[in-house]
């Protein structure tokens, strides 16, 4: 189904359901024995979504020789995938709060658990910001398996096409003090100038020495989405009911390097090459050619 400007979705529709992708996704990468990452939360969401095909992938009841040829192939590529994405931002924020910042904003939390998982400084707040029918689900479904947060986490429940700065300063955040933000896979659903008013709004609400992480794929200006089709149409076939090229909005769009470095702020990005031989794993020969797959990484500090 196409985008539109008032689309709303739950953790099993629409772009909610790329967050239990996403969640599988890091499932499995915590059982690799590379152990970049370990999040315990990951596999039990995805199976309290309940979707067919991701519940069987992360227990491991789908045999990836019956999708396609290639399918265990770019099974291990998006699984390595994860892990070092997951690793990255986890690395990234461990590091801003230890300078001393106490309030993270993680804007289109999905199924994210570090507010749960990670081992936040005493002090630290940590703001989860997405549609109300996703941080319902998670809170609920989070209580349910007895886990408690390891931050002080605060929820906003709201679109963030609606007054999402306003909601976050009645959750308690203050734009006076410091704050480390994440945007994890979020920016190829937006627009190109929603992605920029995102920025803009994120610069209002920093004070001098926040911090920034996000990702920029450049391939989204030569997106194909009949190929996207064709080469995912195997997975339809098999009960999973989701045509992502329909949610991502393709096209030329600024990178955080170059819009937030117009703006002060010093940001520094990292193919993801570089983070693959950092972090020790092989990168496959799958992501060569794919746009798709040409992801940098980006961090950086409000230097104002």
Do not use: C
Request: overall charge negative.
């Amino acid at each position: 189904m196409a985008r539109t400007d008032d689309d709303s979705w739950d953790v099993a529709s629409s772009v909610g359901a790329t967050a239990t992708l996403v969640a599988a996704g890091r499932a499995i990468a915590s059982t690799d024995p590379h152990g970049l990452i370990d999040d315990p939360y990951a596999a039990p969401l995805v199976r309290a979504v309940g979707i067919d095909f991701f519940t069987k992938m992360v227990d491991g009841d789908l045999d990836l020789a019956d999708i396609a040829p290639d399918a265990a192939q770019r099974a291990r590529a998006n699984i390595d995938e994860m892990a070092v994405r997951t690793k990255f931002f986890d690395d990234y924020l461990i590091a801003a709060t230890g300078t001393g910042i106490r309030q993270v904003v993680i804007l289109a939390s999905g199924l994210d658990s570090r507010a749960y998982r990670l081992a936040w400084p005493a002090g630290t707040v940590v703001y989860e910001i997405d549609q109300p029918e996703v941080i319902d689900f998670k809170t609920r479904t989070l209580a349910g398996l007895g886990a408690e947060p390891t931050a002080q986490r605060r929820t906003v429940s709201i679109d963030l096409r609606e007054d999402w700065p306003a909601a976050l300063r009645s959750a308690g955040f203050d734009p006076a003090a410091p704050s480390a933000w994440l945007a994890e896979g979020l920016l190829i659903y937006l627009p190109p100038d929603a992605q920029d008013r995102l920025f803009d709004l994120i610069d209002e609400l920093s004070a001098p020495g926040s911090t920034m992480a996000t990702e920029f794929v450049p391939g989204l200006r030569d997106f194909d989405a009949e190929r996207a089709r064709e080469e995912t149409a195997a997975l339809r076939a098999h009960g999973l009911d989701l045509d992502m090229p329909s949610l991502v909005y393709p096209g030329e769009r600024h990178s955080a390097v170059d819009y937030l470095g117009s703006r002060g702020w010093e940001m520094t990005g990292t193919p993801r090459a570089d983070l693959f031989a950092r972090y020790g794993l092989p990168l496959s020969a799958y992501v060569e050619g794919n746009p798709m797959a040409e992801i940098i990484y980006i961090s950086g500090t409000q230097k104002r």
